[in-house]
C-alpha cells in the first residue's frame, strides 16, 4: 500500500461545477497535511494547508479526517484556471519526510 | 525576489554517460530537497539538507546518485552512469529551516531524457 494515495483521476467537470479531491495516508502518526497544485509541465506550488478543523480559501475548503486517515479538498464554482493537477502532501513523524500523493488531473471545461 | 533557480532545464544523455544538475535555492533557505518526478506521479524525494548536512537520504540510489551542497547555499545532484529508467524530472526546492513545516518553494526543474 502506497503510503500516500490520491484519486486516480481525471476529473473533467464543466465550469461552475463542484468538485471533490479525496486522499487517504497510511501512517498514522503524521502530522501535517497540505494541497499542492502543477500545472502542466510546471513545478509544484502550495495550494493551502490542511488543519484539523478544517479551513477554508475563497472557493477551495480542506477537510482532515484523523480518525479515518483522510483528506480532502473542495473546489466549489470551478473556473478554467483551476485545470492542473492537485497533489496530496503528508508530513510523517520523526524529521521531515514529506511524501507527495501521485495527483489528481482536473479538467474544467467551458 | 528571485525563486529557486535550477539548470539545465533540459538534458539529454545517452545511457551509461554522467550527468549533472545545479540548483541555487531562494536567499536565506537553509533546507534544500532535490527530488525526482516520473511521469504521472508526485515529487519523491531523494535527498535533504539542512545546511551542508545531508539529514535525509534514505531515498539515494547511492550507487550512481551523489549529490554536495558544499558551502550550504547551491547544490549539485550528479548520475553516472545514467540509466534509461532514470529518465524524469528532477526537482529542486528550497524551505526555511524549523521543526515545522514551512512551505517548499520549488524550482522550473531539469527535464532529463536520457536514450
Known amino acids: 500500500r502506497k503510503e500516500v494515495e490520491q484519486d486516480p483521476g481525471p476529473f473533467n467537470v464543466p465550469e461552475g461545477a463542484t468538485v471533490a479531491f479525496n486522499c487517504t495516508y497510511s501512517n498514522s502518526a503524521s502530522q501535517s497535511f497540505f494541497w499542492y497544485r502543477q500545472d502542466c509541465r510546471k513545478e509544484p506550488k502550495l495550494l493551502m494547508s490542511?488543519?484539523?478543523s478544517g479551513n477554508e480559501d475563497g472557493r477551495f475548503t480542506a477537510q482532515l479526517n484523523r480518525a479515518s486517515q483522510y483528506i480532502s479538498l473542495l473546489i466549489r464554482d470551478s473556473k478554467l484556471s483551476d485545470s492542473a493537477t492537485y497533489l496530496c502532501?503528508?508530513?510523517?513523524?520523526?524529521?521531515?519526510?514529506?511524501?507527495f500523493g501521485a495527483g489528481t488531473r482536473l479538467f474544467v471545461k467551458a | 525576489e528571485a525563486g529557486v533557480v535550477q539548470s539545465p532545464r533540459y538534458k539529454i544523455i545517452e545511457k551509461k554517460q554522467p550527468v549533472a544538475f545545479w540548483c541555487n535555492p531562494i536567499?536565506?533557505?537553509?533546507?534544500l530537497y532535490w527530488y525526482r518526478q516520473n511521469l504521472g506521479q508526485g515529487p519523491e524525494l531523494l535527498i535533504r539538507?539542512?545546511?551542508?548536512?545531508?539529514?535525509?537520504d534514505s531515498q539515494l540510489p547511492k550507487d550512481r546518485f551523489s549529490a554536495e551542497r558544499l558551502k550550504g547555499v547551491d547544490s549539485t545532484l550528479k548520475i553516472q552512469p545514467a540509466e534509461l529508467g532514470d529518465s524524469a524530472v528532477y526537482l529542486c526546492?528550497?524551505?526555511?529551516?524549523?521543526?515545522?513545516?514551512?512551505?517548499?518553494?520549488f524550482g522550473p526543474g531539469t527535464r532529463l531524457t536520457v536514450t
Open positions: 490542511v488543519y484539523s
Open positions: 526546492a528550497s524551505s526555511v529551516p524549523g521543526q515545522g513545516y514551512y512551505e517548499q518553494y
Open positions: 502532501v503528508v508530513k510523517g513523524n520523526g524529521g521531515f519526510k514529506t511524501i
Open positions: 536567499s536565506g533557505h537553509n533546507t
Open positions: 539538507y539542512e545546511n551542508e548536512e545531508a539529514v535525509d
